[in-house]
Structures are given as structure tokens and as C-alpha cells.
Antibody, heavy 120, light 106 residues
């Protein structure tokens, strides 16, 4: 069974930093591309970032480019999102998700999310 | 960026009804269109991928269709567990944008 468990969320002041982690299990982590998607309170889904299997290809939404960094540790089956210079508008539930990683790529599994609140 | 527009934004229906949700892309995305269901307080769940392929374990009451820029999600014989918010997402070109969501209410 595919399982994705996020951690690291919490309350942080504007301008601060936070690192989210996502522990993956139930599949061969180093064979799958991975994503982060977020959802502000009461709002819709916003795609944030994607990483390929060996970290050689990463892409970001314009809203986080230059502030967020996606990475992974295949030995630990863990995905990360380093978030710097946080803003109030970054307040959201952050979901770790798996890419199908086949010919057609799409998000096929999601974690339960971790809440990040940016406030003074 | 590719903009995804869903309609309607909200929809009221009854148990046993059939409903259709529409998703339009701002440019052609071939068949790179996926549908997700999100129940309150829960993570999204994949229903349909590549416009019309049913994800394993998902009820056959869910049907996706379309190609190019116009897509639909049809839910037949509505059941209580279907009342949720539905999102389309294009996976053709980054950023992989979502529609604004359609809230299906009783």
C-alpha cells in the first residue's frame, strides 16, 4: 500500500524558514518522480513543485521560485521541501504526492498533508 | 501558464442523480487531463487520468471524456459519498495547474 506521511509543518513568522519532510513507503521510492501541492485554507489546490528520480530535474511554480527548494533522499525514502523567506500567502496545507512516472505523468497518490501557518 | 476553468463552481443534486462537470483549458492539452475528488478535511483522491482512464478501485459511476481543451466528468447514480469537491488538473505542461474546483452538494 502506498503511504506518504508529511511532517514539519507549524507556525512560522514572515521571513522565516521551514523544512517539510515526506516519508514514503509501500513502493520503490527511487523509481518515482514526486510533487508538492498546497491548499490555502478554504481555497483550491495549487501545484508547487516536482522532482525527478535523481534530483537532476526540478521545477517550481512562479509563486515559490527562488524561495522553495525540493529535494529527496532516496536512501531514506524521503522527499523534502525547504521553504525560505516565507510569506503570509504561503499559509496552506502542503501535500506530498507521487507522480505515476509512466508515459503519461499525473499525480496518483497523496499524503494527508501538513499545515504551514505564516503569521506574526 | 495554462489556465483551467471548471463549471459550475457549485452544484446541487440528489441521491441517484447524474451530474456533469466541465473543465476547459486555455490551450490544447491533448488528453493530459486528470480529475480528483476531495472530501472535507481529506487529501485529494485520483478518479480519472488521461481524460478517460478510471483509476484502479474507483467506482465505474465516474466517467471522464474529452480531448484537446474541453473535458467532462460525469457521475452517475449519485451516492452519499460522492458529495465532495472535484478538481481537474492538466499534466501537459508545467506549472501543472488545477481548476478552481466544483463543490457538489446535496
Amino acid at each position: 500500500e502506498v503511504q506518504l506521511e508529511e511532517s514539519g509543518g507549524g507556525l512560522v513568522q514572515p521571513g522565516g524558514s521551514l523544512r517539510l519532510s515526506c516519508a514514503a513507503s509501500g513502493f520503490t521510492f527511487n523509481s518515482y518522480w514526486m510533487h508538492w501541492v498546497r491548499q490555502a485554507p478554504g481555497k483550491g489546490l495549487e501545484w508547487v513543485s516536482r522532482i525527478n528520480v535523481d534530483e537532476s530535474n526540478t521545477i517550481y511554480a512562479d509563486s515559490v521560485k527562488g524561495r522553495f527548494t525540493i529535494s529527496r533522499d532516496n536512501a531514506k525514502n524521503t522527499l523534502y521541501l525547504q521553504m525560505n523567506n516565507l510569506r503570509a500567502e504561503d499559509t496552506a496545507v502542503y501535500y506530498c504526492s507521487r507522480d505515476s512516472s509512466g508515459f503519461y505523468q499525473f499525480i496518483d497518490y497523496w499524503g494527508q498533508g501538513t499545515l504551514v501557518t505564516v503569521s506574526s | 501558464d495554462i489556465q483551467m476553468t471548471q463549471s459550475p463552481s457549485s452544484l446541487s443534486a440528489s441521491i441517484g442523480d447524474r451530474v456533469t462537470i466541465t473543465c476547459r483549458a486555455s490551450r490544447t492539452i491533448n488528453s493530459y487531463l486528470n480529475w480528483y475528488q476531495q472530501r472535507p478535511g481529506k487529501a485529494p483522491k485520483l478518479l480519472i487520468y488521461v481524460a478517460s482512464s478510471l483509476q484502479s478501485g474507483v467506482s465505474s459511476r465516474f466517467t471522464g471524456s474529452g480531448s484537446g481543451a474541453d473535458f467532462t466528468l460525469t457521475i452517475s447514480n449519485l451516492q452519499p459519498e460522492d458529495f465532495a469537491t472535484y478538481y481537474c488538473q492538466q499534466s501537459y505542461f508545467a506549472p501543472f495547474t488545477f481548476g478552481q474546483g466544483t463543490k457538489l452538494e446535496i
